[in-house]
């Protein structure tokens, strides 16, 4: 086999030597743009996951770098003037260049030809060549040339980072959080020896405007980033060695091979540098690629076989490079929590470490904020228990009501059932506030007869330990429908009623059509809502939920999808508010406990209500005395583009707490403990609602 | 968890005559159901004509549709095909439907594939009403035949919760199997449907000396339209007592409450070696 390997950073290296010593007869050629020692960025970070993947695949170099490297098991945070330390994650670092003398020494040793300083123009100088790698990175040629079969996907994201090195003695992967008056900027820094450090300073973009970083020289970034950066710098300097801002990109790939041509690496994939895997990756997929060609004689099959064996893993990683970068876009959200929750939300930020897994890692830390959450939820001093109770089972207090666990679950038709499950807030299904606001036949109103089912079920409810929690809602133009054990929003062939809605828009091509509602039917409906409320105060209710949700009644007023008047209800957000807000008000006053509010939080369809008015939206809720927002997805039309991802309705709760600050429930199939407990030590939301 | 076997529908040189007998024996051995598969511009046999033949020769086992693509056909076609077989088979019928992936089933059938998932979310309500209302027989026995409800992307999983008793999964590992499942049953459950989606896999596989070869050479031509990925659907065809064993036990502790085994060689011995190997 003749391999011509495009690109001398660690990917390419690696392969060429991997390719080589499976097979000496081989010949192995690697063209490298640069001259040998000319190598741009500072360290890299390996898991030691990583590090025995490279032991097994060539324990020479293996040797090597397990001399040089700096091993270190903690996580600094610096935040609001704390430090706080995590232990327990074990990384290794190394210098790039470093890294790549060794593996350029090993190449030669081996036979693998390198030509330094040789730009390849176009693929076909290698036709020769049995197999084309590019590992030529993620503007590389190789890429570039078959991108119409590769069909790449590119996300820029938004924030503008820059790659310093210095000469700070870190022993700890470091994150550092400051703020001045041109924004929130975040420092990225592991050491990757004794006596130096990987250095990334990433800020939102009009933070880098405002601190003029816009057209900045490269010495004025480092002026600048060594002033805000002092305290932790210590008088140590920041060093540049090319060092320009840019926006991270994230390449993906539909396909990482055609014909006799394979890419790995950065030219393959790229995944957000806040959690460290870009050459980790990168030299996994040269053993992969090694692997599948030793396995196969038929090179097609090798490369297919490379490519499934590495895209799952890749994907993996990418996604929860995603939730970390993410965080990092929007952590100024974060900017008041404490910071034993602002450190441990930083650790679970991408969904990789849970509460169960960093109480592996670092049970003293997941100990300190079990405590500080404990503390804090019965309001007794900071500190004062060493003994706490998982945040699951801390209690929630709103006003004078206290729920004793973070746990709500939905009690569909059974409440005594629920009742034994031991969730501190019990759910009741929808019920409805009119005979015409049902959804189903079967969907209760709040009459006479369900107000004395609801009163023993509370009594039964309350003797059990636990609250009940009342949802109150009209159907709208999603009622009149058959019972839902036989399909959803199917509508009722005989013995329906007459619906009504915003705009006379059917929910489905077969629902019935809704009467536009007047003035009358608003006052009404306010009036039959007030009443309601009273009703389930007389009923020792201890938590009332208005559905503002899911396409029904007061949620059909809310997105533009459903509202087309254009009237004062009608148009603006403010308009589209004033109907609901107008029953949040009478309910307010006729209910004194507490009030939550299910709302919408996105349309998931476009010219819908999105997560941004989603915010503003909880926010005027807030305002007129909502005390819990309990926010889901979708519904608002019959057919959207719904996402059913894990956890699908923690990143609205967790918007809607931290940016318009009041407290939520998050729900969308939070099916176990572990999630629960993580959710809520994280601050992404005050109470689950569990599927069990 | 059931396991179904496929009948080999899709395969070139398959007569009537081997399908009969498939069926027979399938019947007869350990498996819960046979199942077919869709296309129209290929060489095989239209799924609810094999699933007619095969119900007449059959007693016990469910005949499964894995599935048909819906919006080719006229929806009250569709429906009164599906309880045709359901009532020739006396209420046997497990029809799976989706919106399927291929352009040119759309071209050959002249049907739009824009929109079609809409109309495929109007067509599943429109069957049921159809099964329910009687006008159109025969009139099934109770809420009508089994119906799931395929496909991967949100809007289907949504569908399947507002209209079907269940997911069908489109093959792949069982850790591919998981994800969707989780999803299918988080749908459910946003949907505010009671009880949980009945959850149906399926996987490819050859048993026996020279099948290997074969069987993959048959998937890299039937998945050909994916393009690359028809060569990873090929890699995936369970060739070993053993990886058929781990595929299995992979989409139990997944939660699969039916897996459907497709022959990728067209020969009466791969039914004996797939029922050694799952006893």
Same mark, same amino acid.
């Given at each position: 086999?003749?391999?011509?390997?495009?690109?001398?950073?660690?990917?390419?290296?690696?392969?060429?030597?991997?390719?080589?010593?499976?097979?000496?007869?081989?010949?192995?050629?690697?063209?490298?743009?640069?001259?040998?020692?000319?190598?741009?960025?500072?360290?890299?970070?390996?898991?030691?996951?990583?590090?025995?993947?490279?032991?097994?695949?060539?324990?020479?170099?293996?040797?090597?770098?397990?001399?040089?490297?700096?091993?270190?098991?903690?996580?600094?945070?610096?935040?609001?003037?704390?430090?706080?330390?995590?232990?327990?994650?074990?990384?290794?670092?190394?210098?790039?260049?470093?890294?790549?003398?060794?593996?350029?020494?090993?190449?030669?040793?081996?036979?693998?030809?390198?030509?330094?300083?040789?730009?390849?123009?176009?693929?076909?100088?290698?036709?020769?060549?049995?197999?084309?790698?590019?590992?030529?990175?993620?503007?590389?040629?190789?890429?570039?040339?078959?991108?119409?079969?590769?069909?790449?996907?590119?996300?820029?994201?938004?924030?503008?980072?820059?790659?310093?090195?210095?000469?700070?003695?870190?022993?700890?992967?470091?994150?550092?959080?400051?703020?001045?008056?041109?924004?929130?900027?975040?420092?990225?820094?592991?050491?990757?020896?004794?006596?130096?450090?990987?250095?990334?300073?990433?800020?939102?973009?009009?933070?880098?405007?405002?601190?003029?970083?816009?057209?900045?020289?490269?010495?004025?970034?480092?002026?600048?980033?060594?002033?805000?950066?002092?305290?932790?710098?210590?008088?140590?300097?920041?060093?540049?060695?090319?060092?320009?801002?840019?926006?991270?990109?994230?390449?993906?790939?539909?396909?990482?091979?055609?014909?006799?041509?394979?890419?790995?690496?950065?030219?393959?994939?790229?995944?957000?540098?806040?959690?460290?895997?870009?050459?980790?990756?990168?030299?996994?997929?040269?053993?992969?690629?090694?692997?599948?060609?030793?396995?196969?004689?038929?090179?097609?099959?090798?490369?297919?076989?490379?490519?499934?064996?590495?895209?799952?893993?890749?994907?993996?990683?990418?996604?929860?490079?995603?939730?970390?970068?993410?965080?990092?876009?929007?952590?100024?959200?974060?900017?008041?929590?404490?910071?034993?929750?602002?450190?441990?939300?930083?650790?679970?930020?991408?969904?990789?470490?849970?509460?169960?897994?960093?109480?592996?890692?670092?049970?003293?830390?997941?100990?300190?904020?079990?405590?500080?959450?404990?503390?804090?939820?019965?309001?007794?001093?900071?500190?004062?228990?060493?003994?706490?109770?998982?945040?699951?089972?801390?209690?929630?207090?709103?006003?004078?009501?206290?729920?004793?666990?973070?746990?709500?679950?939905?009690?569909?038709?059974?409440?005594?059932?629920?009742?034994?499950?031991?969730?501190?807030?019990?759910?009741?299904?929808?019920?409805?506030?009119?005979?015409?606001?049902?959804?189903?036949?079967?969907?209760?109103?709040?009459?006479?007869?369900?107000?004395?089912?609801?009163?023993?079920?509370?009594?039964?409810?309350?003797?059990?330990?636990?609250?009940?929690?009342?949802?109150?809602?009209?159907?709208?133009?999603?009622?009149?429908?058959?019972?839902?054990?036989?399909?959803?929003?199917?509508?009722?062939?005989?013995?329906?009623?007459?619906?009504?809605?915003?705009?006379?828009?059917?929910?489905?091509?077969?629902?019935?059509?809704?009467?536009?509602?007047?003035?009358?039917?608003?006052?009404?409906?306010?009036?039959?809502?007030?009443?309601?409320?009273?009703?389930?105060?007389?009923? !020792? &209710?201890?938590?009332?939920? $208005?559905?503002? /949700? *899911? @396409?029904?009644? =007061?949620?059909?007023?809310?997105?533009?999808? +459903?509202?087309?008047?254009?009237?004062?209800?009608?148009?603006?957000?403010?308009?589209?508010?004033?109907?609901?807000?107008?029953?949040?008000?009478?309910?307010?006053?006729?209910?004194?406990?507490?009030?939550?509010?299910?709302?919408?939080?996105?349309?998931?369809?476009?010219?819908?209500?999105?997560?941004?008015? !989603? &915010?503003?939206?909880?926010? $005027?809720?807030? /305002? *007129? @005395?909502?005390? =819990?927002?309990?926010?889901?997805?979708?519904? +608002?039309?019959?057919?959207?583009?719904?996402?059913?991802?894990?956890?699908?309705?923690?990143?609205?709760?967790?918007?809607?707490?931290?940016?318009?600050?009041?407290?939520?429930?998050?729900?969308?199939?939070?099916?176990?403990?572990?999630?629960?407990?993580?959710?809520?030590?994280?601050?992404?939301?005050?109470?689950?609602?569990?599927?069990? | 968890?059931?396991?179904?076997?496929?009948?080999?529908?899709?395969?070139?040189?398959?007569?009537?005559?081997?399908?009969?007998?498939?069926?027979?024996?399938?019947?007869?051995?350990?498996?819960?159901?046979?199942?077919?598969?869709?296309?129209?511009?290929?060489?095989?046999?239209?799924?609810?004509?094999?699933?007619?033949?095969?119900?007449?020769?059959?007693?016990?086992?469910?005949?499964?549709?894995?599935?048909?693509?819906?919006?080719?056909?006229?929806?009250?076609?569709?429906?009164?095909?599906?309880?045709?077989?359901?009532?020739?088979?006396?209420?046997?019928?497990?029809?799976?439907?989706?919106?399927?992936?291929?352009?040119?089933?759309?071209?050959?059938?002249?049907?739009?594939?824009?929109?079609?998932?809409?109309?495929?979310?109007?067509?599943?309500?429109?069957?049921?009403?159809?099964?329910?209302?009687?006008?159109?027989?025969?009139?099934?026995?109770?809420?009508?035949?089994?119906?799931?409800?395929?496909?991967?992307?949100?809007?289907?999983?949504?569908?399947?919760?507002?209209?079907?008793?269940?997911?069908?999964?489109?093959?792949?590992?069982?850790?591919?199997?998981?994800?969707?499942?989780?999803?299918?049953?988080?749908?459910?459950?946003?949907?505010?449907?009671?009880?949980?989606?009945?959850?149906?896999?399926?996987?490819?596989?050859?048993?026996?000396?020279?099948?290997?070869?074969?069987?993959?050479?048959?998937?890299?031509?039937?998945?050909?339209?994916?393009?690359?990925?028809?060569?990873?659907?090929?890699?995936?065809?369970?060739?070993?007592?053993?990886?058929?064993?781990?595929?299995?036990?992979?989409?139990?502790?997944?939660?699969?409450?039916?897996?459907?085994?497709?022959?990728?060689?067209?020969?009466?011995?791969?039914?004996?070696?797939?029922?050694?190997?799952?006893?």
């Amino acid at each position: 086999m003749r391999y011509a390997v495009i690109g001398g950073g660690p990917a390419g290296l690696y392969f060429a030597l991997l390719a080589k010593k499976a097979n000496p007869a081989d010949e192995v050629l690697v063209a490298e743009r640069n001259p040998p020692d000319a190598t741009f960025g500072w360290g890299v970070v390996f898991s030691e996951e990583t590090l025995g993947a490279l032991r097994d695949a060539d324990y020479q170099t293996y040797n090597e770098i397990a001399e040089t490297f700096a091993r270190w098991n903690a996580i600094d945070i610096y935040y609001r003037d704390t430090k706080i330390r995590s232990r327990g994650h074990v990384f290794t670092g190394i210098s790039r260049k470093v890294l790549l003398n060794i593996l350029q020494r090993r190449c030669q040793a081996l036979g693998v030809r390198i030509d330094f300083e040789r730009e390849v123009t176009d693929i076909n100088e290698f036709a020769s060549a049995d197999l084309i790698i590019g590992a030529d990175g993620i503007n590389g040629l190789v890429r570039r040339t078959h991108a119409e079969l590769f069909k790449p996907q590119i996300a820029i994201h938004p924030t503008k980072y820059v790659w310093f090195g210095s000469d700070l003695p870190l022993d700890a992967f470091t994150f550092i959080f400051r703020r001045n008056d041109h924004g929130l900027f975040q420092v990225h820094a592991y050491p990757f020896d004794a006596r130096t450090c990987t250095f990334i300073v990433e800020c939102p973009e009009d933070a880098w405007r405002r601190a003029g970083l816009a057209s900045a020289s490269e010495a004025d970034s480092i002026a600048y980033c060594e002033d805000l950066f002092q305290p932790e710098l210590r008088g140590r300097r920041l060093m540049s060695n090319r060092s320009l801002w840019m926006n991270f990109i994230t390449l993906r790939q539909e396909s990482w091979h055609r014909g006799n041509v394979v890419v790995l690496g950065d030219a393959a994939h790229t995944a957000h540098f806040s959690i460290g895997s870009g050459t980790k990756l990168a030299m996994e997929d040269s053993i992969a690629l090694v692997d599948a060609l030793r396995r196969h004689h038929d090179l097609d099959a090798a490369l297919n076989d490379y490519e499934m064996e590495r895209q799952p893993v890749v994907e993996r990683f990418q996604e929860a490079a995603l939730e970390s970068s993410s965080y990092f876009e929007h952590v100024s959200r974060y900017a008041g929590f404490d910071p034993r929750q602002f450190a441990f939300n930083l650790l679970t930020r991408s969904r990789r470490i849970t509460y169960v897994n960093l109480t592996q890692r670092d049970p003293e830390l997941v100990r300190t904020v079990d405590s500080w959450f404990s503390a804090a939820a019965t309001g007794s001093p900071d500190g004062a228990m060493r003994l706490s109770p998982p945040p699951m089972f801390a209690p929630f207090r709103i006003g004078e009501f206290t729920l004793p666990n973070r746990v709500a679950i939905a009690a569909g038709h059974d409440l005594d059932a629920a009742a034994r499950a031991g969730a501190a807030l019990v759910l009741t299904e929808f019920v409805s506030v009119t005979e015409d606001g049902r959804i189903t036949l079967q969907t209760p109103v709040i009459d006479r007869s369900y107000q004395e089912v609801l009163r023993t079920a509370a009594e039964r409810i309350h003797q059990s330990g636990s609250q009940v929690g009342l949802q109150l809602g009209h159907a709208g133009r999603r009622g009149s429908m058959r019972p839902r054990s036989d399909g959803v929003d199917r509508p009722l062939l005989r013995g329906g009623w007459r619906l009504i809605a915003p705009s006379p828009i059917a929910y489905t091509p077969r629902a019935a059509l809704p009467r536009e509602m007047v003035a009358r039917d608003i006052d009404h409906i306010v009036k039959v809502f007030a009443a309601s409320a009273q009703a389930a105060v007389s009923c !020792a &209710v201890d938590v009332l939920e $208005l559905n503002l /949700a *899911h @396409g029904y009644l =007061l949620a059909s007023f809310i997105s533009p999808l +459903t509202n087309h008047r254009s009237d004062e209800y009608g148009g603006t957000l403010e308009n589209r508010m004033r109907f609901p807000l107008q029953v949040v008000d009478a309910v307010r006053s006729a209910y004194p406990r507490p009030l939550m509010l299910r709302i919408s939080a996105s349309d998931w369809i476009l010219g819908g209500v999105e997560l941004d008015e !989603a &915010v503003e939206i909880a926010r $005027l809720l807030k /305002a *007129h @005395g909502a005390d =819990l927002i309990h926010p889901v997805m979708g519904q +608002t039309v019959w057919e959207s583009r719904a996402d059913y991802r894990r956890l699908f309705g923690v990143p609205a709760s967790d918007r809607i707490r931290n940016e318009a600050g009041i407290p939520t429930l998050a729900s969308g199939y939070v099916s176990t403990s572990d999630d629960v407990n993580t959710i809520l030590a994280a601050g992404r939301a005050d109470l689950c609602l569990l599927d069990l | 968890m059931n396991i179904g076997l496929g009948l080999p529908t899709t395969m070139a040189g398959v007569s009537g005559d081997l399908l009969v007998e498939w069926s027979r024996r399938a019947d007869a051995g350990p498996f819960s159901s046979l199942g077919v598969l869709d296309r129209i511009a290929y060489q095989n046999y239209e799924p609810f004509t094999a699933l007619a033949a095969a119900s007449a020769v059959t007693a016990r086992v469910r005949l499964a549709t894995m599935i048909v693509i819906a919006p080719l056909r006229n929806t009250a076609l569709l429906a009164k095909q599906a309880a045709s077989v359901d009532a020739l088979s006396g209420g046997r019928l497990t029809l799976g439907l989706a919106v399927g992936a291929r352009g040119e089933d759309y071209q050959v059938a002249n049907v739009d594939s824009r929109g079609r998932g809409r109309r495929f979310s109007e067509q599943l309500e429109t069957i049921r009403d159809i099964w329910e209302e009687g006008k159109i027989g025969p009139t099934p026995k109770g809420p009508g035949p089994h119906l799931l409800v395929g496909g991967s992307s949100g809007e289907a999983l949504a569908r399947m919760a507002r209209y079907g008793d269940g997911y069908m999964h489109g093959g792949g590992p069982p850790r591919a199997f998981a994800g969707a499942a989780a999803k299918a049953l988080a749908a459910w459950s946003d949907l505010g449907r009671p009880g949980r989606p009945t959850l149906w896999g399926m996987g490819y596989f050859a048993l026996g000396d020279g099948t290997a070869e074969s069987g993959a050479a048959y998937l890299r031509h039937y998945y050909a339209f994916t393009g690359p990925f028809a060569e990873k659907i090929a890699a995936g065809n369970l060739t070993s007592p053993g990886a058929i064993v781990d595929f299995i036990r992979g989409y139990e502790d997944a939660g699969c409450d039916e897996l459907m085994l497709f022959p990728t060689a067209p020969a009466l011995d791969q039914i004996d070696r797939l029922a050694e190997v799952i006893h």
